[in-house]
Each structure stands twice: as structure tokens, then as C-alpha cells.
């Protein structure tokens, strides 16, 4: 089995950064791609970046050339930098795996961690 816990949320004002970050334990699994997601309660559950096993990433529009996705020395470890900072940020993230193609979206992933919040004031 594979658990996903997800820590370095918080409260930033607008402009500011965060890095989240995702440990992975449990028995090994071969995920052909892992992502970062978001949700606002009364939405759906919004994918924001995606990187996969060769190292291709994929980012949501409204993030592009502000968040960062990247995997750690260890390969049990996602992070998330996430840079300039909008109110419209704040949300519960995510991290997830899966074996499919990396794309955003929710429901092409198997594995989910427990969401840790984020908050950006202005």
C-alpha cells in the first residue's frame, strides 16, 4: 500500500511563497506519475501540476510561471514551490499518484494524501 502525507501549508500574504511537500510510504509502488491538487469547499477538485517518472511536468494555466513542481533526492519525496502567491490560491492541496498518463486529472489517480491548507490574504 502507499500513503501520501502532505505538510508546509499555511497562511502567506499575497506575493509571498510556500513549499509543500509530499513523503510517500509504505509498500513500493511504481507511479508513472505524481500530481498536486487543489479544492475550495462547493468545488471540484482542481489539478495543478503533474511530473512523471521521466521527469515531464505539467502545469494548470493559472499557476504556470509561478508554481514549480519537482521530486526530491529520495523518490518517496514531492514538492510544490509555489512563488507570487493570489489570493485565488487558497485552497485545500493535495498530492496524489498514479500509473496512468499524467494529466490534470482527479480521477486518473489511485493514491491520495490528506490535503494540507493554504491560505493567501491580500
Known amino acids: 500500500q502507499v500513503q501520501l502525507v502532505e505538510s508546509g501549508g499555511g497562511s502567506v500574504q499575497a506575493g509571498g511563497s510556500l513549499r509543500l511537500s509530499c513523503v510517500a510510504s509504505?509498500?513500493?509502488?511504481?507511479?508513472?506519475?505524481m500530481g498536486w491538487f487543489r479544492q475550495a469547499p462547493g468545488k471540484k477538485r482542481e489539478g495543478v501540476a503533474t511530473i512523471d517518472s521521466d521527469g515531464r511536468t505539467t502545469y494548470a494555466d493559472s499557476v504556470k510561471g509561478r508554481f514549480n513542481i519537482s521530486k526530491g533526492d529520495a523518490k518517496n519525496t514531492l514538492y510544490l514551490q509555489m512563488d507570487s502567491l493570489k489570493p485565488e490560491d487558497t485552497d485545500m492541496y493535495y498530492c496524489a499518484a498514479g500509473q496512468y498518463a499524467c494529466s490534470l486529472y482527479a480521477p486518473g489517480f489511485e493514491y491520495w494524501g490528506q490535503g494540507t491548507q493554504v491560505t493567501v490574504s491580500s
Open positions: 509504505g509498500v513500493s509502488y511504481s507511479s508513472n506519475c
